[in-house]
């Protein structure tokens, strides 16, 4: 939500000088309550339009660098981005490495392309022959491309990334390349631009990864937060695959809700934090379940180890120590 910056006494003298120049203000309502907001000052507008399913804003500004917002809603700051993006998806990548391998002869359905008689009647037996480097991955969302960013650190077999809205990636290829990096161009990715809720049915006890990267719940995506989801989610991952959620802010009523929903979904789910500087009303949150992997028992050796053997010294925020400290959660989120 964008308005002319309307207090009656500008507290600072940037924010006076800014009203005397008809800037923009970005101003951000809370989606649990109507009476907290957060703005930024718009230092220039990048882009705003719409696509098939939601509006679209890129601007410019001092304290959060390049703001991606959909409907409303900030999605990402180029400042800040990298802390959100790691989180979401190194644990899940370290949690997995060197587990062992799903029993062969997982099941995959034909491509969800084909009419639904025939996704009914086919299904393709593949021997996992990939190794614990070699991994199928799925990302639901992510059009912005900076979890692809990050996927493409491991040596993966496939890469395959779901979002409705080809807009979205499209806009942000041209407007936010630093966020992806390049990864848009990784020969291993497949990009399908297709409801996830439908993708997702298509495979069974197929995907080593699968990071949920979605919007809030709002409008379109108001289904991909509800339990059969979740439930698609874990049947399409192997035995031990790994699936990342980002889940909201910790303090959120539907958030909390959510994060209550995967605990009776998955046989494991642990749950780790961050502060996200563009999300400034809570710390964020990041989910992770499996059907087979007790993440308590992998040990700080352990995720250490997997940091190293994959080179990710050079990460900006994700570290074994931040893994270890960003899961102790406050007493009344435990439970």
Known sequence: MRKKFLFAYPSSPAARAASRQGKNWFFEVSTESPTLTWGVLIEKEIYSGKSKYQKIEIFDTKEFGRILALDGLVQLSTKYEFVYHQMLTHPAFLYHSNSRAAAKGAKRTSSSSLPSLLLRKSSVREEDKSSST???????????????????????????????????????????????????????????????????????????????????????????????????????????????FQTALLKEKFAKRTRKKLKQIFPFLKIHKAFVGCFPFNEHTFSFGSKKIDFDKISFKKIKERYKKFNLQALGYYSPEIHFSSAALPKDERS
Do not use: C
């Open 134 to 244: 070699s991994k199928n991955i799925l990302i639901l969302g992510g059009g912005d491309g900076g979890v692809l960013r990050e996927a493409v650190k491991y040596p993966v077999k496939e890469i395959f990334l779901v979002d409705m809205d080809k807009k979205v990636i499209d806009i942000s290829k041209k407007y936010l390349s630093s966020v992806s990096g390049g990864a848009f161009q990784d020969k291993r990715l497949k990009i399908f631009n297709e409801n996830a809720l439908r993708f997702v049915k298509n495979y069974k006890n197929y995907f080593d990864i699968i990071i949920n990267d979605l919007t809030d719940p709002n409008g379109h995506s108001l289904a991909l937060w509800q339990a059969r989801f979740y439930k698609d989610i874990l049947g399409a991952l192997k035995e031990n695959g790994v699936a990342a």
